[in-house]
């Protein structure tokens, strides 16, 4: 079992920042974010490897940045011009190496963005 314990959400204005940190219990392959707002399904965000290889959907990219310290075992995501349809609650996700789809779920953290 993996532990993931995310950190940083809040509130901010729309065209802000924020940085989000999810802590894992151990070492694992991959690591990523999702995201729900209400009434909608949850949405892959971004992925980061082991290795560094990320994957980003198309509604953040050239916004959002995810980075790992794999020393921490802690994965980030830095989320830059923020706009209100970035709303949501927004999960950590781990997987092991031939792990077919994400396994571990943190808590999630609310990030709202609002004027």
């Known amino acids: 079992q993996v532990q993931l314990v995310e950190s940083g959400g809040g509130l901010v204005q729309p065209g802000g920042s924020l940085r989000l940190s999810c802590a894992a219990s151990k070492s694992i392959y991959a690591m990523g974010w999702y995201r729900q707002a209400p009434e909608k399904q949850r949405e892959l965000v971004a992925t980061?490897?082991?290795?560094?290889?990320?994957n980003y959907s198309d509604s953040v990219k050239g916004r959002f940045t995810i980075s790992r310290d794999n020393a921490k075992n802690t994965v980030y995501l830095q989320m830059n011009s923020l706009n209100v349809e970035d709303t949501a609650v927004y999960y950590c996700?781990?997987?092991?190496?031939?792990?077919?789809?994400?396994?571990?779920w943190g808590q999630g953290t609310q990030v709202t963005v609002s004027s």
């Open positions: 996700t781990a997987r092991n190496y031939g792990d077919n789809e994400y396994r571990y």
């Open positions: 980061i490897t082991r290795g560094g290889g990320t």
